[in-house]
Nanobody, 117 residues
Framework: QVQLVESGGGLVQPGGSLRLSCAAS????????MRWYRQPPGKERELVAV?????????YYADSVKGRFTISRDNAKNTVYLQMNSLKPEDTAVYVC?????????WGQGTQVTVSS
């Protein structure tokens, strides 16, 4: 059974940091590009970051997070991470991980990140 399970979300003050994790199972993780999306309240889902497979040598970041967020992967642990620094209130959203490969897409359930003082 394929699973993507996100963790690490929570409430943080502006300027703070969080590290999100997405643990994968049920498929060949190293063969899939991994993405983080987010959906702010009342807004459309947006792509935040992408890391390619297997080694993550090519990454993509949305302009709104460049220089603040870093995506990485550990294929031995079947896990993708999103390190988020210098968080802003506008980063408040549900963050969802996504796996893409071999014409197949898998989605996680998401984790809530709230940036507020």
């Amino acid at each position: 059974q394929v699973q993507l399970v996100e963790s690490g979300g929570g409430l943080v003050q502006p300027g703070g940091s969080l590290r999100l994790s997405c643990a994968a199972s049920g498929f060949t993780f190293s063969s899939y590009a991994m993405r983080w999306y987010r959906q702010p309240p009342g807004k459309e889902r947006e792509l935040v970051a992408v890391i390619t497979s297997p080694g993550g040598s090519t990454n993509y970041y949305a302009d709104s997070v460049k220089g603040r967020f870093t995506i990485s992967r550990d294929n031995a642990k079947n896990t993708v991470y999103l390190q988020m620094n210098s968080l802003k209130p506008e980063d408040t959203a549900v963050y969802v991980c996504n796996a893409v490969g071999r014409g197949i897409t898998y989605w996680g359930q998401g984790t809530q990140v709230t940036v507020s003082s």
